[in-house]
């Protein structure tokens, strides 16, 4: 049905959040219209649209939503070259059936994790998890 999609984020600083997304964690700037809006592309049809912030949509209001960014490769590895960057994470990757998680913060202090997928799990299709 969907072709893709868009998660938007508000933030305090355009320029430190555009760095971020794009630099820091390496994800693709798509476009960017001043301080009024850009777009950061996950692949696979789906965007991270990066808004200012407003009274009414402030930056980094926690616990609403995580955004998670699944791994091609090796999520120690992945862990490695942010910390490098200067990404904190939060606390040690958790292993679990389907795979391994950490999460983490961007600037504002939206949540992210990300995710190293234990395809042999999925493709087996045990528990919740089934290849679509």
């Given at each position: 049905?969907?072709?893709?999609?868009?998660?938007?984020?508000?933030?305090?600083?355009?320029?430190?959040?555009?760095?971020?997304?794009?630099?820091?964690?390496?994800?693709?700037?798509?476009?960017?219209?001043?301080?009024?809006?850009?777009?950061?592309?996950?692949?696979k049809g789906l965007t991270i649209g990066l808004h200012p912030a407003s009274g009414q949509m402030p930056a980094g209001r926690k616990g609403s939503m995580a955004i998670?960014?699944?791994?091609?490769?090796?999520?120690?590895?992945?862990?490695?070259?942010?910390?490098?960057?200067?990404?904190?994470?939060?606390?040690?990757?958790?292993?679990?059936?389907?795979?391994?998680f950490v999460g983490f913060e961007d600037p504002d202090g939206n949540q992210l994790y990300l995710t190293e997928l234990n395809r042999s799990h999925i493709e087996q299709g045990e528990g919740q998890y089934q290849r679509a």
């Amino acid at each position: 049905m969907f072709s893709s999609g868009n998660v938007t984020v508000y933030v305090s600083d355009m320029d430190r959040a555009v760095r971020f997304y794009s630099e820091t964690l390496g994800l693709k700037l798509a476009y960017r219209f001043g301080n009024h809006w850009a777009a950061v592309e996950l692949g696979k049809g789906l965007t991270i649209g990066l808004h200012p912030a407003s009274g009414q949509m402030p930056a980094g209001r926690k616990g609403s939503m995580a955004i998670g960014l699944e791994l091609s490769g090796s999520i120690r590895e992945a862990v490695k070259a942010l910390e490098a960057k200067g990404v904190r994470f939060q606390g040690a990757v958790n292993e679990a059936k389907a795979g391994a998680f950490v999460g983490f913060e961007d600037p504002d202090g939206n949540q992210l994790y990300l995710t190293e997928l234990n395809r042999s799990h999925i493709e087996q299709g045990e528990g919740q998890y089934q290849r679509a």
